[in-house]
Structure formats: structure tokens, C-alpha cells
């Protein structure tokens, strides 16, 4: 069913919500902006810049975690770290990936405002099928939260790549000069660089899925 949730902040146009995905962005003041407007209004222009890994990753995801707890309550059936982010030695991006496991997707858009009220906006991704995406600034340092389904395919491969690279040092030192060739080759183009990680990314599930 296809419902109005509100106005655009900007041009007044009508924001639906259709199958529990929410056509529109919802902002840090819980205001509602059209995917156009919203568009119009990014100035972020996203590269690819690795750093060497810091032990201070693991205890920024700790503090969030403890408020996306707080702040989904019960509905949070587990938190973790993922990403590059999340494996000691691994060059990364510093952006802290967090992923939250809930019991159903589809009541995604009733945790929105409550994760906006810690600072986490909502970012339509409509070619995302199992996961929602959330983003958050703090000062200087960057978070990316992952909603999906607990024990759901998304969850289970994103924590066999993470424990896989975590227990076998050689696939990690082997992820790591990928990344640093596709760094400086996609310096400029981040979904490229995303992109190419895909295969390796893939092999590892796999054979994570095989252990």
C-alpha cells in the first residue's frame, strides 16, 4: 500500500511510504526531503583515501553500539562490527561500518526517527533489497549503519567475510594490497572501487561457507 508520509521541506512536493520504504529522506530535524531535493543539496563528493588500521576504531564502534542499543531497545537482536574497520591490521577507509539485526525489514522506516534522535539519517538506497542504510557524522569521524535482518543472508555473509579475514592472516594481507591497488586506481570513484572488491569478497565468502 502506498501512503503519504509528508511534505518536502523544500517544494511541498507529497513523500509516500510504499511497501515500508519511505520515498523521501527524513533529516537530522526530522523534516522530509525528496530524493530531487536531497540530490540537489549534497556537496559530498566521495574518494578513496586508506589509512593504516587504528586501535581506536574498535572502541568508536563500541560507543555507538551502546547508543543503537538504547535507542532500538529490544528491537536489536544484535550489533556488530563489520568492515574493514573491524579487522585488526587491515588498511581502511576511516569510516566505522556498523550492522544492526532486527526481526523484520519491512518495519524498518518505525526505527528512523528514533536513530535520527542519536544522529543517524536515513539514506534511500532503493537498489539495497536486504539491508537500509544509515549515516552519521560526528565531528570528523564517520558511521555507517547497516539495518537487515538478523540470522537473514546479509547478515550471516557480512560476519563469515569479517571472522574469515580476522582468522587467516594471509587472506587479510592479500584484501589489503587489493585495496590499496584499487585505491589509488579509483582514487576519484569510490562505487568502482567498490565494485572491484566484489569478487574477492565473494571467494571469501565462500570458502568461509565451507570451514
Known amino acids: 500500500m502506498r501512503e503519504p508520509a509528508g511534505k518536502c521541506r523544500n517544494c511541498d512536493t507529497l513523500i509516500y511510504c510504499s511497501g515500508g520504504f519511505l520515498e523521501g529522506v527524513v533529516n ?3 523534516t522530509l526531503c525528496c530524493f530531487t531535493c536531497a540530490n540537489q543539496t ?14 581506536e576504531w574498535p572502541v568508536l564502534f563500541e560507543q ?10 529490544e528491537n536489536a537482536l544484535g550489533i556488530e562490527h563489520i568492515g574493514s574497520t573491524a579487522i585488526p591490521g587491515l588498511q581502511a577507509k576511516p569510516i566505522i561500518d556498523i550492522m544492526a539485526g532486527i526481526r523484520s525489514l519491512a518495519s524498518y522506516d518505525s526505527y ?6 542519536i ?25 555507517h549503519l547497516h ?4 540470522g537473514g543472508k546479509e547478515w550471516e555473509e557480512k560476519l563469515l567475510f569479517r571472522d574469515y579475514l580476522r582468522q587467516h592472516p594471509e587472506a ?4 589489503n594490497s587489493l585495496k590499496q591497488t584499487l585505491a589509488i586506481r579509483y582514487q576519484k570513484d569510490r562505487p568502482s572501487y567498490t565494485k572491484s572488491k566484489e569478487p574477492f569478497i565473494s ?9
Not at 539495518?147 to 538478523?150: A, K, M, P, R
Request: positive net charge; hydrophobic residues 30%; contains cysteine.
Open 112 to 117: 528512523i526517527p528514533h536513530l535520527s534522535a
Open 64 to 73: 555507538e553500539q551502546e547508543l543503537i542499543a538504547e535507542s532500538l531497545g
Open 42 to 55: 549534497s556537496t559530498e563528493k566521495p574518494t578513496v583515501s586508506l589509512r593504516s588500521y587504528h586501535p
Open 28 to 30: 537530522n530535524d526530522q
Open 147 to 150: 539495518l537487515c535482518e538478523f
Open 172 to 175: 587479510m594481507e592479500e584484501y
Open 119 to 143: 544522529g543517524y539519517m536515513y539514506v534511500p538506497k532503493p537498489e539495497l533489497v536486504e539491508r537500509r542504510f544509515f549515516k552519521k557524522k560526528k565531528e570528523t569521524q564517520t558511521f
Open 203 to 211: 571467494s571469501i565468502i565462500q570458502k568461509a561457507k565451507k570451514k
